[in-house]
């Protein structure tokens, strides 16, 4: 096994149509606990989102944030709960193609956030029409599972629904992020899917210069805290302004 290069060809266990529907809903459950561990968000909403929003905590505007892939939901729940202790009003949206992930994700009741079983592509698509747009798009461990042309059409859906920014968060690849993985996930991982997959994640994951090579015009990539890149879209943002991007700037493959 080398961490050297991506492994695209792994699959993960609970991407299967037909996996055990018992342990999907323990691992959608269970992702609560290690996106609290590994996510970084409370960084990332101090650091990245509170000062693009100062305006609407000034005037009270509502503020949107939508979650793309956003499985049991529990990332969207952390960052709408953050964001209103700092004053915001905020409305969640989560989306996931999944309605296994849409099920896990309504069971547990939040005023302000609804979910809706959709790719990302599909509401793009819509908006022309419906106008819906967010203030804030986000995503948690989805680039990774993304084929190249998934991963362009994503991107390319997510930048046209945000009017401010995207945050897409995911693991960095890294030797020393899989073998404390491989430990940390051992007391939660019973019955889930969280262990074999989030090893194979890790292995299909990016490093930061990787996914600058991929990412098109105007998205930024960076790494964050250990373990950690994130992909910024900021919404009107002239082409070219990425900071670690591919050599030609075609976000080619
Ligand atoms: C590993 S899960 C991450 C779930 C959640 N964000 C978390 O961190 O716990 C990746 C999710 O992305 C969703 N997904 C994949 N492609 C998508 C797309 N084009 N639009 C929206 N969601 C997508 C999948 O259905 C899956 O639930």
Do not use: K
Not at 22 to 43: E, K, M, P, S, Y
Not at 89 to 116: F, K, L, M, N, Q
Not at 141 to 166: D, E, I, Y
Request: aromatic fraction near 6%.
């Amino acid at each position: 096994m080398t961490l050297a290069r991506r492994d695209t060809e792994l699959r993960e266990l609970m991407d299967a149509d037909d996996c055990d529907p018992v342990r999907l809903d323990r691992t959608l459950r269970r992702f609560t606990v290690i996106n609290q561990l590994v996510g970084g968000w409370a960084t990332v909403v101090r650091r990245e989102v509170l000062t693009r929003l100062d305006d609407a905590r000034r005037t009270g505007a509502t503020v949107r944030v939508l979650d793309v892939g956003c499985g049991g939901g529990d990332v969207l729940r952390g960052v709408v709960a953050r964001l209103r202790r700092h004053g915001l009003h905020v409305e969640g949206v989560g989306i996931d193609p999944d309605p296994r992930a849409i099920a896990v994700a309504t069971r547990i009741e939040s005023p302000g956030i609804t979910y809706r079983a959709v790719h990302a592509e599909e509401l793009a698509t819509a908006m022309p029409a419906s106008g819906e747009t967010f203030d804030l798009v986000i995503s948690n461990h989805v680039l990774h599972h993304l084929t190249g042309p998934q991963r362009r059409s994503f991107l390319a859906a997510t930048a046209s629904l945000a009017s401010r920014v995207v945050i897409h968060s995911d693991i960095r690849r890294g030797r020393l992020a899989y073998m404390l993985y491989a430990l940390l996930a051992i007391p939660f991982a019973r019955g889930t899917f969280l262990r074999v997959d989030g090893l194979r994640s890790i292995r299909r994951s990016y490093r930061a210069g990787e996914l600058a090579e991929v990412v098109p015009r105007g998205w930024r990539v960076r790494p964050s805290r250990p373990f950690r890149l994130l992909a910024v879209y900021e919404a009107g943002s002239a082409p070219g302004r990425s900071s670690q991007r591919g050599r030609d700037g075609s976000g080619r493959d």
